[in-house]
């Protein structure tokens, strides 16, 4: 069968990168650890030393620095400043990039970019460091004497609070992204982190609260203006007079449920505003002053909730993720907790194959909250072409200590294997971006619900974004899979395209067996998931093994990572799709882990296909498959 004839076309466009590996990124990583805790203990450093990550997310600056630094607060979450006063601190952290950077790893800090701690009225907190703490050698004159003036307000022009932590039996007050005074003060902020050594830094509560300052209002106002015509105003939004409209709310996140025209325009205009802002003070104002400034966002994705969640679901395309150096995405508790007994992995395939098709070559990491399963971790982010490890990089334990240095050195190692491998699935699931940014979340459900009988099925397939695919790429693939009919619909697909529904009444994989025999798929070994990346001339098939001894119903995540307690998967066989004509030359396993197969692995090769034994494996091998 000719590759290039999809046998099962359910989308009328495709687009993904080319299988022809691209030139890598100036700056590319796949080994990364972030700590909140702990990084001013002696252990830290030589953790450092000893692992070799490329990059170490750490440090607080930004808002939060100049919110507790100086008080007996910063102690205590979310920073565990280790040192009181902003000058001690600061000094601490020039002190620590230094050392982090004689190890041989590149800093990022965390940025805190509106979340205010302190009181306004008792002048504590932020607002104490404001009005007598500002050092304008260090950060340049106020951008205004009175600091009420950039903080976001709600329609009664009253401060917006809110009360997630009390840190220092304060609320939280937050700064408003779209008053260039507030961007002023961040761009201070930034030009002093920067002078303390960090290499990049990483925005932290990146949010708009509802905002109605007059920023907001007019920001809104004039986008409607040039976005909208005065017909489609009344007709979507009922506004009939837009210059002379009282706009009650402008909100940002909501329940899809809920959704409107109205309540659509103003959560599209609120992240383009918010990347905006984002350009201006971390681009263009933090390139200024250090060109190679690798800059990031702290996002949030958990389980694909859209609308009421992800910084970044109705932006177009072209600007999702624009001039970012990698991306951080928090999946939260939403992929770490395992129930294997019904084919829940506790895993991230699915959001880290989206950001890998949404974003192309650069980096990127999941943060999830997983306190146990390290190895397992790491190893489905580098092995879907992302970095591992994200959040909780706990050093102290032992046994996570060993598996981040065992699972760092394995990448270290063979990091020829990583960069510039480039997704090379036959199959293509198409995440439904064009439904959400209509206001639609059935689509996702449906995604979710196939990508996960694939993976589990043992199908291999990448991912990308259905409002990014050209339909010139189509026939790059065998099958495509589309889960959002309205798109097809209204953009002339095929007329029969292959239903799929959420809940499945049944295995709607099942029903796809003889459309999917010439896609690369694992049999055998049902905790285990297959993806393949491509360099020239060779194929590059990543295993991963979610099997374990599950720890008690109630502490399914685990205490910590001498719980993670992997099972060895046995006799996982792998049939790997080739294109006509395509020989295999050999095949070789690799692991980080002890006691599993590798070296030469037996093959055997039929016409467009090659099958393959790993008869043991822990939780991660990777089979480089070289062609002729």
């Not at 466009?13 to 700056?27: G, I, K, S, Y």
Request: glycine share 10%.
């Amino acid at each position: 069968m000719n590759p290039k004839t999809p046998l099962l076309l359910l989308a009328c466009a495709l687009a993904f990168l080319p299988l022809a590996v691209r030139a890598a990124e100036p700056f590319w990583f796949n080994t990364l650890i972030a700590n909140w805790t702990d990084y001013g203990t002696p252990e830290y450093l030589n953790f450092v030393g000893e692992a070799k990550p490329q990059v170490a997310q750490v440090g607080f600056y930004g808002v939060t620095f100049y919110s507790v630094a100086h008080t007996k607060f910063g102690k205590g979450y979310p920073a565990h400043f280790p040192v009181e006063g902003t000058k001690e601190c600061g000094e601490f952290f020039r002190k620590l990039n230094a050392d982090i950077h004689a190890r041989g790893s590149k800093v990022v800090g965390h940025f805190n970019t509106t979340f205010i701690l302190g009181d306004p009225d008792k002048r504590a907190g932020f607002f104490d460091w404001y009005h007598n703490g500002w050092d304008t050698k260090a950060l340049g004159p106020k951008p205004t004497a009175n600091p009420i003036e950039m903080l976001a307000v709600n329609a009664e022009g009253k401060l917006i609070t809110t009360e997630s932590y009390k840190i220092g039996g304060w609320p939280e007050y937050h700064g408003c992204l779209n008053n260039p005074l507030w961007r002023a003060c961040l761009k201070a902020m930034m030009t002093d982190a920067i002078a303390r050594g960090v290499d990049g830094l990483i925005a932290n509560y990146y949010y708009r609260r509802d905002c109605m300052c007059s920023h907001c209002v007019g920001g809104f106002r004039a986008w409607l203006g040039t976005n909208y015509t005065a017909a489609q105003m009344k007709a979507q939004f009922a506004i009939t007079d837009l210059k002379a409209h009282t706009f009650k709310e402008i909100p940002s996140w909501h329940d899809p449920k809920m959704t409107s025209p109205y309540k659509l325009a103003a959560l599209k205009w609120t992240q383009l505003s918010l990347k905006d802002a984002f350009d201006d003070v971390f681009i263009t104002h933090g390139r200024k002053l250090k060109p190679d400034l690798i800059v990031a966002q702290w996002n949030h994705l958990g389980g694909f909730n859209q609308i009421n969640g992800d910084e970044r679901c109705l932006l177009p395309g072209d600007v999702w993720g624009r001039d970012e150096s990698y991306l951080w995405y928090s999946t939260g508790n939403a992929a770490s907790q395992t129930d294997l007994a019904n084919g829940d992995f506790g895993d991230g395939t699915l959001q880290l194959r989206y950001i890998r098709g949404a974003f192309g070559p650069k980096p990127f990491v999941l943060g999830k909250y997983e306190q146990t399963r390290t190895r397992a971790t790491i190893a489905e982010g580098i092995a879907n072409g992302g970095a591992g490890l994200g959040f909780y990089a706990n050093f102290k334990n032992p046994a996570g200590r060993e598996a981040m240095t065992t699972y760092f050195g394995f990448a270290a190692k063979h990091r020829d294997l990583y960069v510039g491998a480039q997704p090379a699935a036959e199959l293509l699931l198409l995440y439904p971006r064009s439904a959400v940014q209509r206001g639609g979340v059935e689509p996702v459900a449906r995604f979710k619900a196939i990508g996960k009988q694939l993976a589990r099925e043992g199908y291999v397939f990448d991912i990308v974004p259905d409002d990014i695919v050209p339909e010139a790429q189509m026939s790059s693939r065998r099958v495509v899979v589309d889960c959002d009919p309205g798109r097809r619909a209204s953009a002339g697909a095929p007329k029969q395209p292959l239903a799929v529904t959420v809940p499945p009444a049944d295995d709607q994989v099942a029903k796809w067996r003889k459309e999917l025999g010439a896609v690369t798929r694992r049999e055998g070994a049902p905790t285990v998931v297959a993806s393949v990346l491509s360099q020239p001339k060779r194929r590059l098939v990543h295993l991963v093994n979610y099997n374990r001894e599950e720890p008690p119903k109630a502490r399914t995540m685990g205490a910590g990572p001498h719980e993670e307690k992997p099972i060895a998967a046995e006799g996982t066989t792998v049939r790997l799709a080739l294109a006509p004509g395509e020989r295999v030359k050999s095949i070789r396993l690799l692991s980080p882990d002890a006691e599993v197969s590798t070296g030469p692995a037996g093959l055997v090769q039929r016409s467009e296909e090659v099958a393959f034994t790993v008869p043991r494996m822990l939780v991660y091998t990777v089979a480089v498959v070289e062609l002729e």
